[in-house]
């Protein structure tokens, strides 16, 4: 038995769930139609004991689940027997950080909107480490090379040679105006941006000051698509840590969101020229 699910054991787990509500059935009723006893089935779906495939379509089949795209994203989810890169911090850094990981690794595209920052998986190692800097509760010079390395290596799902991850950013005018460890890196991490946009798989965008308030100004927002669109994932940046949402009603919530805040954002040419105004400015 598990002791500390990942992540994504624990979304398996918590679909599993969502399968058994919808079918009306209670922790008691399932064990009893499975054949198994009430804690298997709360262990299940706690994600502390693994369940396989045959096993999967078995209780899929009981709770007469017609879904069969879903079924078969579920069946992969446990899979991957395999220990990530992150399993390397797992006494270094917090849970949700290597949560976060492991869900960026296996999604099949990502989104981000920010307003006062350049998002992490597009950011320099100068301007990450100034970041790091500044963080309120001061961090040991060990912590802060554990954060940095560690997202770094999380930037590795936009340069994989065979399959990278497709991922739009919309960044706000203010995140590419800050001077964020002087003029140098700021030159260089809007460079950055600049060369990164001209890779096929990496979309940028910005929103201006023009704009005003728009829906989500003031929040980090993040959406990681999964197989299919019930297997997405949301996390929010929040001062006490990251928050992850994986609600039916939380989904199409930010899903509608990002089209609107897409609906007001500058053209890849257009953020480009944005970009190159700001460096002649610094």
Known sequence: MRANPTGRQLRFGTELRKLRERAGLSVTEAG???????????????????????????????????????????????????????????????GPLLDLAEAEHHARSLRSTTTARIPGLLQTR??????????????????????????I?????????????????????????MKVGGATIARQQLKHLLDMSERSHVTLRAITFDVGAYPGSGQSIYYLHGAVPA??????????????????????KYRTLFDRIEAIALSADKTRDLIH???REL
Not at 160 to 173: L, N, S
Not at 234 to 252: T, Y
């Open 32 to 94: 009893q139609l499975l054949g198994i006893r009430q804690t298997q089935v709360s262990n299940m779906e706690a994600g502390r004991v693994g369940v396989s495939s045959e096993r999967l379509h078995a209780i899929a089949a009981h709770y007469a689940c017609t879904d069969k795209a879903l079924v078969e994203a579920l069946a992969s989810l446990p899979s991957d027997r395999k220990r990530g890169w992150w399993e390397e911090y797992r006494e270094l850094l917090s």
């Open 126 to 151: 100068e301007h990450a480490l100034e970041i790091f800097r500044q963080a309120v509760t001061e961090l040991a010079p060990p912590d802060i090379e554990h954060r940095l390395s560690f997202r």
């Open 153 to 177: 290596k999380r930037q590795a799902v936009l340069f994989r040679e065979d399959t990278p991850t497709p991922y739009e950013a919309i960044v706000h005018e203010a995140a590419l105006r």
């Open 231 to 252: 297997l997405d994932t949301v996390q929010l940046d929040q001062s006490h840590g990251a928050k992850f949402l994986d609600a039916e009603a939380q989904l199409h």
């Open 277 to 279: 105004n700001v460096m």
